[in-house]
């Protein structure tokens, strides 16, 4: 991997010098670019983590674990209710309906979403199908194919796990004759 | 982080320099290595992005979006007829079969693929689901489940958002008893 | 990118030689801490990779090629049955009940999973759905919602493909009112 001692005792000092300078600063741009392109692919993985994790915490009724995932003040936009805060998603997974649900087997399951970074900002555009166990034995039915809009931000420690990411807001809208899922499908491209 | 300067007066100015060139050639052949490896993760986080965003810009009627995921001549080899070029996928997207679906309400929800890379060729194996709006309040059916083998390419600059990858191929079965589903997902390890 | 050689006679050699060890030093650090980044999320991606391919062998009924994700001893915990050992896995697959199903036209198909990393030692949580063709023709029947539980750990060379990673444990439970799948989700945060 690495060379011999430089045997050439003609090379004057200085230019040896002159050469390891300018290969330092070399290597160290070079570091500062592998440096910023693996925060961006940290980034996106931290994302992908953080949308996935969203359905096995919702489906086990871990409310913190839920609320945890957003900003204080973050906003979970969906069409069967607006919730807001870590309180109105607490609530949301504490109350009667989810707890039915999830009592009688559920799956919120996430598909692969788009996940578009600039920075601190990011959007990823996905689905999930909410799965529920039917009264016959082994069926399932699709109550739900939701699209979602997860718009987050950096807003903690950039050396976490979750490298800072928690979402500022999702919009979900099932995707119906209304149009309002496929409207927010349309907005995948945009960050 | 750093050591302090170096208070050995007794090591002689030659066997420094031959130590700091060795030094930097071996952190250069460490670097050299970290950017191919680095540029691996980009790569495969740029091909699931791309199987992923085939997904809502369908589902929205973005016929271009579609389109732009294929090179000018890719193709779109599906059990329902081959699309082929940027043509083939536009006239797909904007024909009445598929216009129907997503005014009525549907997913084309992707799954978590499998991604082999090797170098400037990939290849990513995976299943939609289409899931489509029921007549019945609150349900939706599966109307396909399908098998896809993306054979992709990189054709565009390396350092774009999107690396550079474009699909020369889709080939998408639904998995029925007719075996064509399946042939596709046992490639799942061919490259 | 690089600065040009150091014109300035009046710094001696000996400040210079110090700095740039020192300089090359501090590289070494970054480069070394962003090696370690770099591993973590190759680590990730193998893992996603690994959890992905097992749906499209099992559906193509490759039987070696679902035990090899496993270590020898492996087990694949499932409500249907204890699969032990690469020969617990390929009799699972060459068995009547799962060749009658991939025979008639099914998918496991894989949501995205959250992957909780820890040095050689990793967890992923996640669901699949089966899918199955219905004998209404374009139909198709989800029989099962699985909470799924991982558990990897590194037994290969971490400069192979997979980065060494193999399954040590996979538990997989229905979500039904019995909250088997519902505790196994409640567990996606301990890795």
Redesign the interface.
Known sequence: ??????PM?SVP?E?????????????????AA??T??G???D??AI??L???Y???V????AE?VAELWTDDGVYDVDTGLLEGHRGLTEMVRGDAHQGL??????H???????LLDGDHAVA???T?L?V?SSRP????????T?NRWELERRGPVDATDRGWRVVLRTAR????D?E???L??R??EG
């Open positions: 991997m690495s060379s011999p001692p430089s005792p000092i230019a040896r010098l002159a050469a390891l300078e300018e290969g330092l600063d070399s290597a160290r741009a070079r570091l592998a440096e392109a693996q961006r692919v940290a996106e993985l992908l983590r949308v996935a994790s359905s096995p915490r489906d086990s009724g871990d674990g999830i009592a009688h087997g559920c799956g399951v996430p598909g692969l979403p788009v996940v555009t996905g689905y199908q799965v166990r082994g069926r399932y039915t699709v109550m739900r194919v699209a099932a995707v119906t004759d149009g899922g496929r409207r499908l349309g995948s491209r």
